[in-house]
């Protein structure tokens, strides 16, 4: 600026006018002119300093004297789609130490080590180290009440008892796979709280002081600067479905003491999972008393097997979808076992079945039925259609750890594989797979990604901050045919093989599913895994579950012997959770020798007392009051209920 305003003046002076420094009150006009310019960058430099930079130096001399406690945020909670707590956390106690403040370092760490049970020379490295203040890790932390007192009672200078958050799992081994854990510092290591890391994790705060430049605490107002706790998530799990699929789980394993068991449950219309639970499982405060492979095993998304019969309802939706059979007019006779290029492929049934429409090869899990539907497919086709269900991908479920499953390449498959291929055997899935490829089955024909987080909540209001809506991937079938689906599969637990699983006054449809386990490519005699899916109501699916058992001891190794009875009780659980109605429009059960048998209950309200016992002929009856007319029955009439069951009336 000077410059600029002085131009001529400087050239005159450069020009070598010998004049100029004779000239007395030039020379005084150019000294002032400097010392203003010196001046003047002196003015715009502070200004820069205390304008724009003020920020900056500030921090770091308040660095050099303000200490910091630290106060850690909260993790957002977990909860189920009812607002039921999953995991939440329990304040604890951390202790850190200010060295520059101890006064008798060896003194300290003697009674601290005493305290805490641990190491006096690692205990006096904390004590003495070079730094302005020391968290005792990980001796010092989350440490119980009773021991944070004893240290607070000594009343050392230098020694602090911080406020930590401790993640807490109120029903411990519940949901563990999916809840996953956290490490010490509250990261999550698995499940959820790994996925959902970045939102769970808060803010951290602190309570700032000053010191001097030997440590020592200033008599200066403190600042608390408060943590922001996590975001919280809303699951869609329902608790009640968890707990009732836990118990069964529970009953499982002492049951029959398998290798694995699991068990999972979806909304087929949304993909919103229910319930996902397996054996073995582990308690998420704990989990350092775990292997590796427990924790980090999620079975109903990792493992991998040959699904079996439970894989028939994909051929028998296909085969739908293409007319390629009808149900209800065309034949098939099982012989017993059927030949594809020289391999003989045997039904579970010695001798066959005989002479069957195609219903009765669902109702009876044929195999050679189920070849001769592949067949008629074509592997391309089957194919085409087995991927379209979601087999061979991720389903993208919001969990860590999905397998893909395998499945062979079109041009590998011969006659051999398309038939095996067609009841399940030779290709591998995982459970959640079965679920969703299932539900897209029977639920009009849509597939949906399957997902367990439903919403992100804003943690002090619990106000929606993000809601996860169904994810429709694509539509398989057409809903005329997902309606034989259903039909079919109803008549499979009233007819056929999935008996074990009906619900009297209730739709149910299902499949089971018995599958040969596979070691190093040799199929392992008596060696099964035993499954059934199932859904209800069979004629507006609100849940689908699937039930697999890796191996069970001591009973006869049918999916319908072992896991259709889990999946009815799972399912009764869920009658009264999903308040579903009664009907009297399902197909009627057909019993076996040993079955308990359920007969419809005749409406006797408004019958006079003697026609009412008449009516109920071979049930028990019990009544109160003293009139003639029947005004009440219980249970009501047009359900099904135990042969020779009790029938209570109330007279007017």
Same mark, same amino acid.
């Given at each position: 600026?000077?410059?600029?305003?002085?131009?001529?003046?400087?050239?005159?002076?450069?020009?070598?006018?010998?004049?100029?420094?004779?000239?007395?009150?030039?020379?005084?006009?150019?000294?002032?002119?400097?010392?203003?310019?010196?001046?003047?960058?002196?003015?715009?430099?502070?200004?820069?300093?205390?304008?724009?930079?003020?920020?900056?130096?500030?921090?770091?001399?308040?660095?050099?004297?303000?200490?910091?406690?630290?106060?850690?945020?909260?993790?957002?909670?977990?909860?189920?789609?009812?607002?039921?707590?999953?995991?939440?956390?329990?304040?604890?106690?951390?202790?850190?130490?200010?060295?520059?403040?101890?006064?008798?370092?060896?003194?300290?760490?003697?009674?601290?080590?005493?305290?805490?049970?641990?190491?006096?020379?690692?205990?006096?490295?904390?004590?003495?180290?070079?730094?302005?203040?020391?968290?005792?890790?990980?001796?010092?932390?989350?440490?119980?009440?009773?021991?944070?007192?004893?240290?607070?009672?000594?009343?050392?200078?230098?020694?602090?008892?911080?406020?930590?958050?401790?993640?807490?799992?109120?029903?411990?081994?519940?949901?563990?796979?999916?809840?996953?854990?956290?490490?010490?510092?509250?990261?999550?290591?698995?499940?959820?709280?790994?996925?959902?890391?970045?939102?769970?994790?808060?803010?951290?705060?602190?309570?700032?002081?000053?010191?001097?430049?030997?440590?020592?605490?200033?008599?200066?107002?403190?600042?608390?600067?408060?943590?922001?706790?996590?975001?919280?998530?809303?699951?869609?799990?329902?608790?009640?479905?968890?707990?009732?699929?836990?118990?069964?789980?529970?009953?499982?394993?002492?049951?029959?003491?398998?290798?694995?068991?699991?068990?999972?449950?979806?909304?087929?219309?949304?993909?919103?999972?229910?319930?996902?639970?397996?054996?073995?499982?582990?308690?998420?405060?704990?989990?350092?008393?775990?292997?590796?492979?427990?924790?980090?095993?999620?079975?109903?998304?990792?493992?991998?097997?040959?699904?079996?019969?439970?894989?028939?309802?994909?051929?028998?939706?296909?085969?739908?979808?293409?007319?390629?059979?009808?149900?209800?007019?065309?034949?098939?006779?099982?012989?017993?076992?059927?030949?594809?290029?020289?391999?003989?492929?045997?039904?579970?049934?010695?001798?066959?079945?005989?002479?069957?429409?195609?219903?009765?090869?669902?109702?009876?899990?044929?195999?050679?039925?189920?070849?001769?539907?592949?067949?008629?497919?074509?592997?391309?086709?089957?194919?085409?259609?087995?991927?379209?269900?979601?087999?061979?991908?991720?389903? !993208?479920?919001? =969990?860590?750890? $999905?397998? %893909?499953? *395998?499945?062979? &390449? +079109? @041009?590998?498959?011969?006659?051999?594989?398309?038939?095996?291929?067609?009841?399940?055997?030779?290709?591998?899935?995982?459970?959640?797979?079965?679920?969703?490829?299932?539900?897209?089955?029977?639920?009009?024909?849509?597939?949906?990604?399957?997902?367990?987080? !439903?919403?992100? =909540?804003?943690? $002090?209001? %619990?106000? *929606?901050?993000? &809601? +996860? @809506?169904?994810?429709?991937?694509?539509?398989?079938?057409?809903?005329?045919?997902?309606?034989?689906?259903?039909?079919?599969?109803?008549?499979?637990?009233?007819?056929?093989?999935?008996?074990?699983?009906?619900?009297?006054?209730?739709?149910?449809?299902?499949?089971?599913?018995?599958?040969?386990?596979?070691? %190093?490519?040799?199929?392992?005699?008596?060696?099964?895994?035993?499954?059934?899916?199932?859904?209800?109501?069979?004629?507006?699916?609100?849940?689908?579950?699937?039930?697999?058992?890796?191996?069970?001891?001591?009973?006869?190794?049918?999916?319908?012997?072992?896991?259709?009875?889990?999946?009815?009780?799972?399912?009764?659980?869920?009658?009264?959770?999903?308040?579903?109605?009664?009907?009297?429009?399902?197909?009627?059960?057909?019993?076996?020798?040993?079955?308990?048998?359920?007969?419809?209950?005749?409406?006797?309200?408004?019958?006079?007392?003697?026609?009412?016992?008449?009516?109920?002929?071979?049930?028990?009856?019990?009544?109160?009051?003293?009139?003639?007319?029947?005004?009440?029955?219980?249970?009501?009439?047009?359900?099904?209920?135990?042969?020779?069951?009790?029938?209570?009336?109330?007279?007017?």
């Amino acid at each position: 600026m000077c410059l600029f305003l002085n131009m001529e003046f400087f050239s005159y002076i450069f020009m070598g006018d010998s004049m100029f420094f004779n000239d007395v009150h030039t020379r005084i006009r150019f000294v002032f002119l400097v010392i203003l310019c010196i001046l003047l960058a002196i003015i715009i430099r502070v200004f820069y300093i205390q304008v724009f930079q003020y920020d900056k130096l500030s921090s770091l001399a308040e660095s050099l004297w303000s200490r910091e406690l630290p106060i850690t945020a909260d993790r957002g909670e977990i909860l189920d789609r009812n607002g039921k707590v999953l995991a939440t956390n329990i304040t604890t106690t951390s202790l850190v130490v200010i060295p520059n403040q101890i006064k008798n370092a060896s003194d300290v760490a003697k009674k601290l080590s005493d305290i805490l049970q641990s190491d006096y020379e690692d205990m006096l490295v904390h004590v003495t180290k070079k730094t302005s203040i020391e968290r005792v890790h990980p001796e010092g932390r989350q440490l119980s009440y009773e021991i944070a007192q004893q240290i607070n009672d000594l009343e050392l200078d230098g020694v602090y008892l911080v406020k930590e958050s401790k993640r807490f799992y109120p029903y411990g081994n519940v949901l563990s796979h999916v809840l996953g854990y956290v490490g010490i510092d509250n990261q999550g290591l698995s499940g959820l709280e790994l996925s959902y890391d970045e939102y769970l994790t808060g803010e951290n705060g602190a309570i700032k002081y000053f010191s001097d430049g030997k440590g020592n605490r200033l008599e200066l107002t403190e600042v608390y600067e408060e943590p922001q706790n996590g975001i919280n998530l809303q699951l869609t799990i329902d608790l009640d479905l968890q707990l009732a699929a836990e118990r069964e789980l529970d009953n499982v394993m002492s049951k029959y003491t398998p290798e694995h068991a699991l068990i999972m449950a979806m909304n087929p219309k949304t993909g919103e999972i229910l319930a996902m639970a397996s054996r073995p499982s582990f308690d998420s405060n704990h989990y350092q008393d775990y292997s590796t492979e427990v924790i980090n095993r999620n079975l109903p998304i990792w493992m991998t097997y040959e699904p079996g019969s439970t894989f028939k309802i994909m051929t028998l939706a296909t085969s739908l979808e293409e007319k390629t059979i009808n149900l209800f007019e065309d034949s098939y006779f099982d012989g017993g076992a059927i030949t594809v290029e020289g391999a003989t492929i045997h039904c579970w049934k010695h001798g066959g079945h005989g002479d069957q429409k195609f219903i009765n090869v669902v109702e009876n899990s044929c195999n050679p039925g189920f070849v001769v539907m592949g067949q008629k497919l074509g592997t391309d086709t089957l194919m085409r259609y087995i991927r379209n269900f979601g087999f061979g991908s991720k389903t !993208g479920i919001d =969990l860590n750890g $999905e397998s %893909n499953g *395998i499945l062979f &390449k +079109n @041009e590998n498959m011969g006659p051999v594989e398309l038939a095996t291929t067609s009841f399940g055997q030779g290709i591998s899935v995982t459970p959640i797979q079965q679920v969703t490829a299932v539900s897209a089955a029977v639920n009009g024909g849509t597939l949906y990604t399957p997902y367990i987080v !439903g919403s992100m =909540l804003e943690p $002090e209001t %619990n106000t *929606i901050i993000k &809601k +996860n @809506e169904p994810n429709m991937v694509r539509k398989v079938i057409r809903d005329e045919s997902s309606s034989l689906v259903r039909y079919a599969l109803e008549s499979v637990v009233a007819k056929g093989s999935g008996r074990n699983a009906y619900i009297e006054n209730y739709r149910v449809g299902g499949k089971t599913g018995t599958a040969q386990k596979v070691q %190093n490519g040799v199929y392992q005699a008596g060696n099964y895994i035993l499954s059934f899916i199932g859904f209800m109501p069979a004629d507006d699916p609100e849940i689908v579950v699937y039930v697999a058992v890796d191996h069970p001891n001591g009973v006869v190794q049918y999916g319908g012997t072992v896991s259709a009875p889990i999946a009815k009780s799972f399912l009764q659980t869920a009658i009264e959770v999903l308040d579903l109605p009664p009907t009297d429009q399902g197909m009627e059960r057909e019993y076996n020798w040993m079955d308990t048998k359920y007969v419809i209950l005749p409406n006797v309200v408004g019958m006079n007392l003697e026609d009412a016992k008449k009516a109920l002929k071979g049930f028990q009856v019990e009544y109160s009051g003293t009139g003639d007319k029947i005004n009440y029955q219980s249970p009501k009439g047009g359900y099904y209920i135990k042969e020779g069951g009790t029938v209570k009336l109330m007279l007017e």
